[in-house]
């Protein structure tokens, strides 16, 4: 099954939306994986958004990701990485449809609440530096309820 990460920025934690968050991905079958909150530094967050380092709103992001905890989560599931981009909606909120997270909790592009791997391969990376301890290893019951 394929996994991606999905984050909780600090925005969301702040505003009480870890619970919601996590029940909807819950409820539509995800396997919780891996679970922490973490006070991300800069430096480690610089790391994960490497990609946009050249984009002119990446001190502001840096700042804003690392002005409080955040809740790094891993989820296991079918197709995980492109159900969990289009359960989080737009990168803009504006442009999330009602029924995404972000349709549904957020306004601007700065503070939008949650983070979701891109692809497979930027899941992988993104996982390996948010938990070098590795993931947990279970098996759920509900699997054949969930699964064909
Ligand atoms: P993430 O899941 O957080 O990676 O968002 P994304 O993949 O939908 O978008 P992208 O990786 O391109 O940008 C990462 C984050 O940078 C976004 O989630 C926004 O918080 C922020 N961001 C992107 N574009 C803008 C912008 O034009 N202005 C500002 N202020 N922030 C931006
Ligand atoms: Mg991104």
Not at 49 to 77: Q, R, T
Not at 105 to 130: F, M, P, Q, T
Request: glycine share 10%; hydrophobic share 45%.
């Amino acid at each position: 099954k394929e996994q991606t990460y999905i984050m909780i920025k600090p925005d969301g934690v702040q505003r009480g939306l870890v619970g919601p968050i996590i029940s909807r991905f819950e409820a539509r079958g995800f396997k919780l994986v891996a679970l922490k909150l973490v006070h991300a530094t800069p430096e480690h967050l610089q790391k994960h958004y490497e990609d946009l380092k050249e984009k002119s709103f990446f001190p502001g992001l840096i700042k804003y990701m690392a002005s409080g905890p955040v809740v790094a989560m891993v989820w296991e599931g079918l197709d995980a990485v492109k159900t969990g981009r289009v359960m989080l909606g737009a990168t803009n909120p504006l442009a999330s449809a009602p029924g995404t997270i972000r349709g549904d909790y957020a306004l601007a592009v700065g503070r939008n609440i949650c983070h979701g791997s891109d692809s497979v391969d930027s899941a992988k990376k993104e996982i390996a530096l948010w938990f070098p301890e590795g993931i947990v290893q279970y098996n759920t019951l509900l699997a054949p309820m969930i699964f064909e």
